[in-house]
Structure formats: structure tokens, C-alpha cells
Nanobody, 129 residues
């Protein structure tokens, strides 16, 4: 069983909204920091947003999604959500969630791949009319 399971990706029109979910299994959720990354065809994987462990008081957004995407965590359901609004064609990508152990409530990191050791399988988001 995968430790991380993404869901919610689908085809959406430009300007539309989606909510992605990352269900975390087999980890102590309160000590798990989570990042969302994406990879478009022919491009390198890039960091989208991260949220710290505990109450998720610390977040870090890529400039390209600030004001449009919002990350949140539900410590009861062990799920991290990525709310995406005003979607653009350039948001089309496979979206991955990634996890790292974070015992302290501090910065969630710099949105770099090597900050995370556990990865999900990804979910496809396509923005097209």
C-alpha cells in the first residue's frame, strides 16, 4: 500500500477550479510535512507549495500559483488538500504530493525535490477548453 495517495485530478476548462487530495497512510501525520509538486510534459518537476507539520502554520507557495492555489491539511482525515482556482493551460501537469518527517513546527522548506523522501504516484490535471 502506498504511503501517499493523490486524487482529484481531471480535465477542467481555463478559469475553472479543482481540489486535489493527498491521503497520508502509515506515517505519524502530525509529524509529516507535505509538499505538492508538478511535472508538465517535457519539463522538469517543479515545486508548487508546501505545508508544515502539526497545524500547518507555515506554507510556501511558488510565485506562479500565489493567489490562485491554497494548501490546507486535515489532521483528522490525514489528508492534505490543494485548492486550485483560476486554472490556466500552463497548470496542466501531473501533480505529486511528497512527504517528509518534521518534528518541529517551522518552515516547510524551499520546494526542492531533495527535501522529500516519500512520493505519491501522481494525479493528472489538464486545463483545456
Amino acid at each position: 500500500q502506498s504511503l501517499l495517495k493523490e486524487s482529484g485530478g481531471e480535465l477542467v476548462q481555463p478559469g475553472g477550479s479543482l481540489r486535489l487530495s493527498c491521503l497520508v497512510n502509515g506515517l505519524t501525520f502530525e509529524n509529516t510535512g507535505v509538499g505538492w509538486f508538478r511535472q508538465a510534459p517535457g519539463k522538469a518537476r517543479e515545486g508548487v507549495v508546501c505545508i508544515s507539520s502539526k497545524n500547518g502554520d507555515h506554507t510556501n507557495y511558488a510565485d506562479s500559483v500565489k493567489g490562485r492555489f491554497t494548501v490546507s491539511r486535515d489532521n483528522v482525515d490525514h489528508t492534505v488538500y490543494l485548492h486550485m482556482t483560476n486554472l490556466r493551460s500552463e497548470d496542466t501537469a501531473v501533480y505529486y504530493c511528497a512527504a517528509r518527517i518534521q518534528y518541529y513546527d517551522g518552515t516547510c522548506g524551499e520546494l526542492k525535490d531533495d527535501e522529500y523522501s516519500i512520493w505519491g504516484q501522481g494525479t493528472q490535471v489538464t486545463v483545456s477548453s
